[in-house]
Structure formats: structure tokens, C-alpha cells
């Protein structure tokens, strides 16, 4: 029974502050939902030692290691051969990984180098984990007592796929029904964690029933889950209709989606057009609606107008507007979402203008203030928004804001 | 002599994933640039067997232990009890302590409760850390063989004034410059990591020498470091001028610069502006470039022109141009990058058209064609790239080797 894990992230980049590791806050949310407990997480350099040691911590403390990091081809990726060592059994290439590394290395026009073959390494007797979006895959191997060794590539990218693709359904198949978690996630846009906290309180929740929060801003995460399999089926559709009723508004996707999937979605839904003025979001808004395939049979284009003269030249913004008012202004966010919907003949204008700072402040118009607007048939408003921090978060803000009220507007 | 740690992160937000821990990042950095190695980081949740555990293999492992968390008024806040369990020392109340947080609550008309009480129990014989920017203080205290445990408060902000404000001067005094290590960054565009690993295996490094990668697509980082101190300079110096050498046009930036970084200094040492029009790459250009403060000084703005009626309508692209040759062509983003520039009066326009996408791709144009285009005084180009994998990666790899090419045509 896999009831205690523990996560292995490693690599020198780790311990020596160059990267953040994610990916440890991944697995361990993602064990968390099924009712994985993690005993400890350990990091530890690309380093003979110290691997070996936190490898013998790992299968002391859990029955289920999982590690990421050191699959790769260089003379620093270490993970394979010392999992060999440690569990004493010898590395055998796999043919058909081999070839696969080598047909994609052709596809790509890279010049092949035989260190590359180091990633069609494994352990004798491991079940190979799929990379569906990187070179080196990762491996499965039991080991005694029961316990398990999974290792999964250190890129957050490929870790995430890997994981989610076939670590997880293999964790949920080995747990079997009575340990069965039913999970729900709602996205939620408007309210702080703490607030967020607060509503839930009410919330009657027996010893199975779980609720976690997960705050990455702008995004902030509800989960619920429900351990004990279909017998406790019941609770959980009841707790999860209690929560809907508590945040409705402030649910703007039930499931793993985007705000901007989910616009994406209402916008095929309704067959209607969409371009975007941007002015402070520097063109973040269209880079989130475009990374989405297909996104091209709603969105149009837009303009990122940084300056004063391209606001009046994309847009038809009026000179007088930008002199009276200011860029950041009701007025001008009116006439950029105006101005772009006639220009492109969008069935929807979105804008956005503000000072992300961190200078170009004033005591008026302090650093975080945003204007938005929505120009659609019926509909041509702006909105004032005060968003607090530095200038990263002050662009992700106004970015999810605008996207929310565009959302709200399409329902 | 300090020169190995244990960093020890601790909280159930941590292993259950709500919280991403940067913490032991923050210390791990500031940690290397001392010379100090990191042994590794554990991280275990607010549970006592856990906690002693961690204690002990930190002990085991490093003679500088820095811990964070579990310092707060809350039951589920352990750290100090178990510290000194662990150590066989009893608390005792620091009077200071106590009459500044009793203070710190009446100043801000917050309602006092004895289990604060709590922050102002210390291990006997700590010395210890304030906390300018919150309440729970933290504690440094010697341990046998000259170790040393050292505890902050696990509130990153609060953790960060307590490290650089007391804890780093604290290590820089007790290490001597013998110890030092001498490091340097180089930032690479367009080299694999695989490939990178072998321009630079002919480099001989000594025993103290060690080149570390990182690869987060489209970035790839290549680090030097040299221990040893002042002793060793002409070593680390020697090096870096052979990678230097080797890497030459490779090489984007040494330090540690973003790609549009190093494109927006170019851009203010030579006064010049820009303007953009991105198609495949749909506004994320845009969006790197804005990203850092004072960039408007350089950018004046962009059209994302995702459809051929916005290439026509912004950029002034000839609908025969798009008839005859197609959006994803060479004809289509010259005359794209030349219609920003004419349209803006920007110094410089930069064009990208390609299909991202996983559909759109047919046998002469397949998924990752990519057309990118410079207009400049004397300058007036187009290239044509090949990418490869999913939608996100051709869309990063494009607006890198965008940004890359920029680069290379303001140097």
C-alpha cells in the first residue's frame, strides 16, 4: 500500500540557489490529492555522496521515492547510474528508447552525439516512464518490501507530463477503490487566500473530507477531496455543492483550465471575435490567448500601444483624450477598446491602460492603478482597478482582471 | 570553519504543496556566493518525529544548520520546543523579547494573547536574530564540534531581512578569504545542452574548477566556479577566457541577464527605438520586452497581427503579398517588420510569422516554420527558422532566436 512518500529533487542548481525548485511542490500536491502522505522532501547536488545518501534516507522514511533531475546526457547527470549502484543491479540500454532519441535528433537536424545514448540507460528490470515532451525518459523499479522508486526528468515541463500522464494513474491504480479519492479544483479569481479561508470555514468537513489551497498569483486553487472511495461518494457531492453555492461568482473554472481557456471557450461558444488594445499589460494578455491552439479562430490580433502616438495611431485614439485626461484614463480605455473593435471589426474590444511602476506614479494616479474596458455590442464600459506590489504582479493582476471581466461579459 | 550546510525547511504548507518553497533558494544563493556548500535542504512538515529527524541528519551532514518555519505563536509551531529537546536545552523567556512584541501588538491596536509569548522562548544560551520585519525573532546557537544551528522565520520576506542582516554578515566574519569561491555565469543561445557539454569537455579544470549546466528551454546556463580564494583567481580567470573563447557568438550574456535585458540595454546605449509585429509568437515578444521597468524609454509598441486582415490593416502587408507567398513567408515579414517600422517611425521594426501550431503546418511549411524578419537603417532582412515540439516550445524558441537575432544586429 503506497502510503508515505518521499521526493528527491536534485541537481547543483538546486543547491547552489540558481534555480527555485517546483517541481517538489508539484509531486507533493499532486500526492496529497490521493491521500499520499510526504514524509520528507530531500535536496541534494549532482553529487556521488550525497545521492547515494538521500537515496538510503528516501527508502528509509517512505514506499514511494519519487526523483527528479540528472536524466540528461551530460557528464553531470548522475540519477541512472547511481539508482544501478544503489540497488546493485546493472544498467541495460533499451533499443527502442535508443532509436527514438536518434530519429528525433534526425527530425531536428541536430548533429547526433553517442553521450545522448546515456539516456536509453536503465536499471535492469525498471518499466520506462514516457517523456511525451523531452529527450530523456524516466523509469520505475521496485524495490523490497513492497516499496517503489519512480524518476522523472528534472525539467518542470517534462516532470509535469511525466507525471501526470503515468505516475499518477499508476499511483491511483495501485491504491485500488476504498483508498479512491474523489477530487474537485475549483480556480478561483477576487478574493485573497485568507478571505478565500474564511468563506470556507463554514464548510462541514468529516476526517475524510480535505480542503487545500494553493496560491501562485494571479491563480488561486481550491481543492477538495474526499478519501474512502465510492462509499463516501455522497459526502463528496454535497461538500462540493456547499462550496460551489459559497464562492459562485469567484469560480471562474471547475477543473484545471486557464481563465483564458475559459474565454477561449465562451468566445467559440457565442461565434464571436476578440481583439486586444494593451497598453501596461505590454501584450501579456494576447501572449495568454495565443499560447492556446486554435485561439486563432476567435482572436484577431490587437495592439500593444506603449507609447501615447501608437495609442492614437492603432486605435484612433482621440490627441485631445491622451492631453485632457492622460493616458491612463476612463476616457482613453474607452476609446482603445472602441477604437480596436472598429479597426478590426472585432465583435469584441478588450483594453487595457495603467502604471505598472515602478516609476510613473502619481499621488492621483498612484503605481497599480489600471483602467479596463469592454467594447461589445450593448456593452461599452471601464473599469477602475487598484492593484497593489511590484511591477510583475501589478501586470499579472490587471492581465487576469481584464480577462475575468471579459469572462463575465461573455456569460 | 563553516563550509558545509544543511538548510532545513520546514511547514505542512510545504509538503502537502500549497506553498512553493523558495526559502532554501534564497539561502542556498546567498550561501555559494560565501563559498559554503549545501550538503542539502530537507524539508518536512510540523510534526515532532519529523522535525528530530531532520535535526539529526542535518547535524549529521553539515556544520552550519539554517532552518526556517515553525517559529510562530500557533500550536502547530514546534520548532523552538523541539530545538531544545534536541539539544537537551530548556527555554527561556527573553524578557526584551516579550516587552517589544507586547509593543509591537498595543502599536498596532491588535488584541494581545499569551500564546505569544511563545517567539519570546529561546534554547538557554541562543543568541538572538531580530526579525525587523515581523515578530518571531529567530535564534543562533552553538552545537558540539563547532557546529552551528541557526533559525529564521519561515515568512520569506522576514526570512530574507533576518539572512542578509544578521546571518550573512555573521557566516562572512567567521570564514576567512581563503575560502572564498570565485563563480561566473555565461547566458547561451543556440547550442543544445548536449552540445554545449562537448565544446567545452576539451577545458581542463583542476580539482577546484566545476562547470555547472541548466537548461529551461529556450535558456541554457553554463556556471564556473573556482574554490579556494584569492589563491586561485588566475585559475578561475584563465578558464573564463577559454569559455569565453570557445563560446564567443554563443555567449548572450555573462552575469545574469535575460535575453531582452541585454537587447534593452543595446537599445539605450544606442538610442534607438523599437517596434514590433509578431504573428506566430502572438504578443510574447511584446510581453518579454515590457516585462522589465524603464523599457518604454526604448519600445514603442506592437501590432499582434494573428490574422491577415490585421497584417494588412496595421502593418500595410499587401493582400497580393498574402495571396501569392502566404502569411508564413519571406515576402510577408519583410514587409511586416518595414510597415511597424514605417508606421511607427520606430528606429528598428522586428517581424515574426510562423505556424506554432499543432495544426496549420502542411508538407512545404511544416509546424515550426518560422519567418523573422529585421528592418533597420542599411539593414533589411529575413531568415527563415525551423523549430521543433509543441506549440509552446516553437512559440519560446521563436521570440528567442528573435531576440537573439536583434541582439546580434545592435552590436
Known amino acids: 500500500?503506497?502510503?508515505?512518500?518521499?521526493?528527491?529533487?536534485?541537481?547543483?542548481?538546486?543547491?547552489?540557489?540558481?534555480?527555485?525548485?517546483?517541481?517538489?511542490?508539484?509531486?507533493?500536491?499532486?500526492?496529497?490529492?490521493?491521500?499520499?502522505?510526504?514524509?520528507?522532501?530531500?535536496?541534494?547536488?549532482?553529487?556521488?555522496?550525497?545521492?547515494?545518501?538521500?537515496?538510503?534516507?528516501?527508502?528509509?522514511?517512505?514506499?514511494?521515492?519519487?526523483?527528479?533531475?540528472g536524466l540528461g546526457p551530460t557528464a553531470d547527470d548522475l540519477t541512472t547510474e547511481l539508482v544501478g549502484e544503489f540497488l546493485g543491479r546493472k544498467l541495460e540500454q533499451d533499443e527502442a528508447v535508443a532509436t527514438a532519441l536518434k530519429q528525433r535528433f534526425a527530425a531536428r537536424s541536430i548533429a547526433w552525439t553517442e553521450n545522448n545514448l546515456k539516456q536509453a540507460l536503465f536499471p535492469e528490470g525498471a518499466t520506462i516512464i514516457a517523456n511525451p515532451v523531452g529527450t530523456a525518459p524516466g523509469f520505475r523499479v521496485k524495490l523490497e518490501h513492497g516499496k517503489t522508486l519512480i524518476w522523472l526528468s528534472g525539467v518542470p515541463r517534462e516532470m509535469a507530463a511525466m507525471l501526470n500522464e503515468t505516475v499518477m494513474p499508476w499511483i491511483v491504480e495501485q491504491?485500488?477503490?476504498?483508498?479512491?479519492?474523489?477530487?474537485?479544483?475549483?480556480?478561483?479569481?477576487?478574493?485573497?487566500?485568507?478571505?478565500?479561508?474564511?468563506?470556507?470555514?463554514?464548510?462541514?468537513?468529516?476526517?475524510?473530507?480535505?480542503?487545500?489551497?494553493?496560491?501562485?498569483?494571479?491563480?488561486?486553487?481550491?481543492?477538495?477531496?474526499?478519501?474512502?472511495?465510492?462509499?463516501?461518494?455522497?459526502?463528496?457531492?454535497?461538500?462540493?455543492?456547499?462550496?460551489?453555492?459559497?464562492?459562485?461568482?469567484?469560480?471562474?473554472?471547475?477543473?484545471?483550465?486557464?481563465?483564458?481557456?475559459?474565454?477561449?471557450?465562451?468566445?467559440?461558444?457565442?461565434?464571436?471575435?476578440?481583439?486586444?488594445?494593451?497598453?501596461?499589460?505590454?501584450?501579456?494578455?494576447?501572449?495568454?490567448i495565443t499560447r492556446i491552439a486554435g485561439?486563432?479562430?476567435?482572436?484577431?490580433?490587437?495592439?500593444?500601444?506603449?507609447?501615447?502616438?501608437?495609442?492614437?495611431?492603432?486605435?484612433?485614439?482621440?490627441?485631445?483624450?491622451?492631453?485632457?485626461?492622460?493616458?491612463?484614463?476612463?476616457?482613453?480605455a474607452l476609446e482603445m477598446s472602441q477604437g480596436i473593435r472598429e479597426k478590426t471589426g472585432a465583435d469584441i474590444g478588450l483594453s487595457v491602460t495603467g502604471i505598472a511602476g515602478p516609476s510613473g506614479g502619481s499621488a492621483a494616479k498612484p503605481v497599480g492603478t489600471v483602467w479596463i474596458s469592454v467594447a461589445m455590442d450593448n456593452l461599452h464600459e471601464a473599469r477602475l482597478f487598484q492593484f497593489h506590489g511590484e511591477r510583475e504582479r501589478v501586470i499579472l493582476g490587471a492581465s487576469q482582471a481584464a480577462l475575468n471581466w471579459l469572462r463575465r461579459c461573455l456569460l
Not at 520528507?40 to 538510503?56: H, N, S, T
Not at 485568507?194 to 481543492?223: I, W, Y
Open 1 to 69: 500500500m503506497i502510503d508515505k512518500a518521499v521526493i528527491l529533487s536534485t541537481g547543483d542548481e538546486l543547491t547552489t540557489g540558481r534555480v527555485v525548485d517546483t517541481n517538489s511542490a508539484t509531486i507533493a500536491d499532486r500526492l496529497f490529492a490521493v491521500g499520499v502522505e510526504v514524509a520528507a522532501v530531500l535536496k541534494v547536488g549532482d553529487d556521488r555522496e550525497k545521492l547515494l545518501w538521500a537515496f538510503g534516507q528516501a527508502r528509509d522514511l517512505g514506499n514511494l521515492i519519487i526523483g527528479t533531475g
Open 295 to 332: 485561439s486563432s479562430a476567435y482572436y484577431l490580433g490587437g495592439a500593444v500601444t506603449y507609447s501615447d502616438d501608437t495609442k492614437v495611431l492603432f486605435l484612433g485614439v482621440k490627441p485631445t483624450t491622451l492631453e485632457k485626461h492622460g493616458a491612463v484614463s476612463r476616457e482613453t
Open 175 to 288: 491504491k485500488g477503490d476504498a483508498a479512491k479519492i474523489a477530487a474537485c479544483m475549483f480556480k478561483i479569481h477576487g478574493l485573497t487566500e485568507s478571505k478565500l479561508d474564511e468563506l470556507v470555514k463554514p464548510v462541514t468537513l468529516g476526517t475524510h473530507a480535505k480542503l487545500s489551497f494553493r496560491a501562485h498569483f494571479p491563480d488561486l486553487t481550491l481543492r477538495l477531496t474526499v478519501s474512502g472511495g465510492a462509499a463516501r461518494e455522497n459526502e463528496f457531492t454535497e461538500i462540493r455543492q456547499q462550496l460551489r453555492q459559497i464562492l459562485s461568482s469567484y469560480i471562474y473554472a471547475e477543473g484545471d483550465a486557464t481563465l483564458e481557456e475559459v474565454v477561449g471557450q465562451l468566445l467559440l461558444k457565442r461565434g464571436q471575435s476578440l481583439a486586444l488594445a494593451e497598453s501596461c499589460t505590454g501584450g501579456l494578455i494576447s501572449r495568454r
